[in-house]
């Protein structure tokens, strides 16, 4: 008995260290001051939009790396498994030098490290900290960052119509509450497909129907959307990609090794084959076109893939935005992209932040420019009274974030 009790102590300890369990308690015994010098509350901040105001596709593509790109490009991979996406990254706007020929992306820092979380970080400029569980489905009574302005609160207050549309339940991990509470969003998701007839009412793949469906589901709606007088915002989540090794479908290449590279391969043809479509509408004169991975994968093959240290980053990159005027390679996070989304669309920031992001067409440094990657992610995994007492302020998670 004894013998047992030491080697469960052992390896529980063992298990502790390697996981970093150690690290992240005694993170959260540290002060931050983080958030009360540098968040920007956008409800107080001054947002000047065109009288003309452009509409958004925002298209984030579930786990879509920089790292897939070739060594040539500043990926991780002998030859790129993302050429289509690439060439539009260079022909459009990734933030980076014109003598810069690699593909630049954003770094995601501490606690934006899943779907929900990645979220938060793009369209609200903040991490999901402190122990908070959003991976479970909440009633529509639960509160997802009250006092905290989006991305979607933003347009809306602007006459923007938003949507979000995904290929699963867009309960899980309460991204229906986040989009209907923030921004009044029209949710479209694996149920409302069954219902419109994208899908058989038994139809049920990988996470709820793939990709293809997806797309053409985007296309039927985006078709009615812009009949429209009001300028809209349509946000949609891919799902091919995730771990793990991802959705095999039939249009599906078998140029790689290994599954999971085909199926990124296809995801990168289906994104710009969609892009090609939105360009021959009518709608597209007056629209800017978003593709941002929403987060690093969680596959273990691509850690095992990119060299041993690489910068691994998200893609990004805004089609039909404004002129990138600035002659260098910005340093960003994916809370950057908040602002940039906002700028993207002919709108001016006052100040050229909100949240903890800074706008990348703007000369203000993000603040892994001014602080370090390392630094802010150490920041980000520290107690913080501000982001506790004022940002959770309202939500009844608000007590598991202080415990």
Same mark, same amino acid.
């Given at each position: 008995?004894?013998?047992?009790?030491?080697?469960?102590?052992?390896?529980?300890?063992?298990?502790?260290?390697?996981?970093?369990?150690?690290?992240?308690?005694?993170?959260?015994?540290?002060?931050?001051?983080?958030?009360?010098?540098?968040? +920007?509350?956008?409800?107080?901040?001054?947002?000047?939009?065109?009288?003309?105001?452009?509409?958004?596709?925002?298209?984030?593509?579930?786990?879509?790396?920089?790292?897939?790109?070739?060594?040539?490009?500043?990926?991780?991979?002998?030859?790129?498994?993302?050429?289509?996406?690439?060439?539009?990254?260079?022909?459009?706007?990734?933030?980076?030098?014109?003598?810069?020929?690699?593909?630049?992306?954003?770094?995601?820092?501490?606690?934006?490290?899943?779907?929900?979380?990645?979220?938060?970080?793009?369209?609200?400029?903040?991490?999901?900290?402190?122990?908070?569980?959003?991976?479970?489905?909440?009633?529509?009574?639960?509160?997802?960052?009250?006092?905290?302005?989006?991305?979607?609160? +933003?347009?809306?207050?602007?006459?923007?119509?938003?949507?979000?549309?995904?290929?699963?339940?867009?309960?899980?991990?309460?991204?229906?509450?986040?989009?209907?509470?923030?921004?009044?969003?029209?949710?479209?998701?694996?149920?409302?497909?069954?219902?419109?007839?994208?899908?058989?009412?038994?139809?049920?793949?990988?996470?709820?129907?793939?990709?293809?469906?997806?797309?053409?589901?985007?296309?039927?709606?985006?078709?009615?959307?812009?009949?429209?007088?009001?300028?809209?915002?349509?946000? $949609?989540?891919?799902?091919?990609?995730?771990?793990?090794?991802?959705?095999?479908?039939?249009?599906?290449?078998?140029?790689?090794?290994?599954?999971?590279?085909?199926?990124?391969?296809?995801?990168?043809?289906?994104?710009?084959?969609?892009?090609?479509?939105?360009?021959?509408?009518?709608?597209?004169?007056?629209?800017?076109?978003?593709?941002?991975?929403?987060?690093?994968?969680?596959?273990?093959?691509?850690?095992?893939?990119?060299?041993?240290?690489?910068?691994?980053?998200?893609?990004?990159?805004?089609?039909?935005?404004?002129?990138?005027?600035?002659?260098?390679?910005?340093?960003?996070?994916?809370?950057?992209?908040?602002?940039?989304?906002?700028?993207?669309?002919?709108?001016?920031?006052?100040?050229?932040?909100?949240?903890?992001?800074?706008?990348?067409?703007?000369?203000?440094?993000?603040?892994?420019?001014?602080?370090?990657?390392?630094?802010?992610?150490?920041? $980000?995994?520290?107690?913080?009274?501000?982001?506790?007492?004022?940002?959770?302020?309202?939500?009844?998670?608000?007590?598991?974030?202080?415990?």
């Amino acid at each position: 008995m004894c013998i047992t009790i030491f080697l469960d102590l052992y390896n529980g300890f063992f298990l502790c260290r390697t996981l970093g369990v150690g690290d992240y308690l005694d993170s959260l015994r540290v002060d931050s001051d983080l958030f009360d010098n540098n968040y +920007v509350d956008a409800r107080l901040t001054n947002i000047d939009f065109p009288e003309k105001k452009r509409n958004l596709i925002y298209i984030l593509s579930e786990s879509m790396e920089q790292s897939y790109t070739d060594e040539n490009e500043g990926g991780g991979f002998k030859q790129t498994l993302i050429p289509e996406l690439s060439k539009l990254a260079k022909e459009n706007n990734d933030f980076s030098s014109k003598k810069d020929h690699k593909l630049n992306g954003g770094f995601t820092p501490g606690n934006t490290t899943w779907t929900t979380a990645a979220i938060a970080a793009q369209s609200m400029g903040i991490p999901l900290n402190g122990g908070i569980n959003y991976s479970q489905n909440f009633d529509r009574d639960s509160k997802f960052f009250p006092n905290v302005f989006s991305l979607g609160d +933003v347009l809306e207050n602007e006459g923007y119509h938003n949507y979000f549309m995904c290929g699963s339940d867009a309960a899980f991990g309460g991204r229906k509450n986040y989009f209907e509470q923030h921004g009044n969003y029209k949710v479209l998701d694996y149920y409302t497909a069954q219902s419109d007839g994208i899908i058989d009412e038994d139809y049920f793949e990988f996470w709820g129907y793939e990709d293809s469906k997806l797309f053409q589901y985007a296309k039927k709606e985006l078709s009615e959307i812009a009949k429209n007088e009001q300028p809209f915002n349509f946000t $949609m989540l891919t799902v091919d990609t995730h771990f793990e090794d991802g959705y095999i479908c039939p249009d599906c290449p078998d140029k790689f090794d290994t599954q999971y590279e085909n199926v990124i391969n296809c995801s990168d043809h289906k994104i710009a084959e969609f892009v090609k479509w939105c360009q021959s509408q009518d709608f597209y004169k007056n629209t800017t076109i978003v593709i941002a991975g929403d987060h690093l994968s969680m596959d273990g093959f691509v850690a095992d893939a990119v060299p041993e240290g690489f910068p691994r980053k998200t893609y990004f990159t805004v089609i039909n935005g404004p002129t990138y005027e600035l002659d260098k390679t910005r340093e960003y996070s994916t809370l950057d992209i908040f602002p940039t989304i906002i700028e993207s669309l002919g709108a001016h920031i006052e100040g050229n932040r909100l949240g903890l992001g800074t706008s990348l067409y703007s000369e203000t440094p993000t603040l892994i420019e001014s602080m370090g990657y390392e630094e802010l992610s150490k920041q $980000m995994s520290y107690n913080s009274y501000y982001y506790n007492a004022i940002l959770l302020s309202g939500d009844e998670l608000r007590e598991d974030a202080n415990n």
